[in-house]
């Protein structure tokens, strides 16, 4: 599997972004597929994530409310939609994809990564 990340840019505080991460290849039960961040200093963290099969979704606390995650299944594509951005937002954004029935929050049941889209928001 391949992941394609876009849509990444500086935004002022209030603002909104929304990032996409195009997959190629197979899908397989239980794939689902997520977004962390990676702010300087700091360890890659979980944002959201989106189970394929029946479009369940789960948010990170910090996020909640704010951030949205869908997805296109004709287009192997999934979305997030950040809005109300903070500067503590600020980060680079990875996609990943998993293919086991494991926890979706925990970064080591991703099997693949695309490369990152950074987001910056400025106070």
């Known amino acids: 599997v391949q992941l394609q990340a876009s849509g990444g840019g500086l935004v002022q505080t209030g603002g909104s972004l929304r990032l996409s991460c195009a997959a190629s290849?197979?899908?397989?039960?239980?794939?689902?597929m997520g977004w962390f961040r990676q702010a300087p200093g700091k360890d890659r963290e979980f944002v959201a994530a989106i189970r394929w099969s029946g479009g369940s979704t789960t948010d990170a606390d910090s996020v909640e409310g704010r951030f949205t995650i869908s997805k296109d299944s004709a287009k192997n594509t999934v979305y997030l939609q950040m809005n109300s951005l903070k500067p503590e937002d600020t980060a680079v954004y990875y996609c990943a994809a998993k293919v086991g029935l494991g926890s979706y929050v925990q970064r080591s049941e991703y099997n693949f990564w695309g490369q990152g889209t950074q987001v910056t928001v400025s106070s």
């Open positions: 290849g197979r899908t397989f039960p239980g794939f689902g």
